[in-house]
């Protein structure tokens, strides 16, 4: 035991620290530092987070969707700079479980974005998520395993650039095979 002690001591860079009858004793520093920790922990903290909200009038999208059988809209509202600031999720012919979900996940999305959470931790957690109603949901994501998995890879392909971009989206060509894309990206024939 004490030669596992001192070895963590070692590690540590304890200076002055030895062995007495009582076990390890730090030397002056490290217990000055332990005192600077302490009251440290003991000191009250506020959190400093802020929430940005959008203005009253804001500029928005509204994307409407087919996912299988099902139609549904996603409508992103807009800083001035363009980015998201609060998401909703709206599909007609669902249970009323089903619609008080998206309602509550497109407001826990919108708080997030109005905290400052990054677009991309967001999609991260809710893109692949698998429940009905799911099915083919066009020639952009061909196949959505959720209405999740399609709102946030569509969030992702507009709003996300760079590396946290969608990594890879299939887009159906002319010629009926599938071409795999970078979402930023512009193709140079027409559809």
Known sequence: MKEKILRIATELEAPGGQFQSGGFRFGPEV????SQLRTLAETPY???AK??????QRKGVTHKFNLGEHRGYITVGLYPDGTPGEVFIKMAK????????????????????????PLSS???KLERTRFEPDGYSGPEFHFATSVLDYVFRY????????????AVVEVETADNGLKSS??????????
């Not at 217990?31 to 332990?34: A, F, N, P, Q, Y």
């Not at 929430?51 to 009253?56: A, D, E, I, Q, Y």
């Not at 669902?94 to 959470?117: N, P, R």
């Open 122 to 124: 967001i999609c991260d």
């Open 155 to 166: 969030l992702r392909a507009r709003y996300c650039s760079g590396a946290n971009a969608n």
């Open 182 to 191: 970078n979402s930023d990206s512009k193709s140079g024939s027409s559809d």
């Open 46 to 48: 506020e959190v400093t």
């Open 31 to 34: 217990r000055e530092l332990g």
């Open 51 to 56: 929430r940005t909200r959008l203005g009253v």
């Open 94 to 117: 669902v249970g009323s479980t089903i619609s008080g979900l998206l309602d509550a996940i497109g407001i826990l999305a919108s708080i997030l974005l109005q905290y400052g959470c």
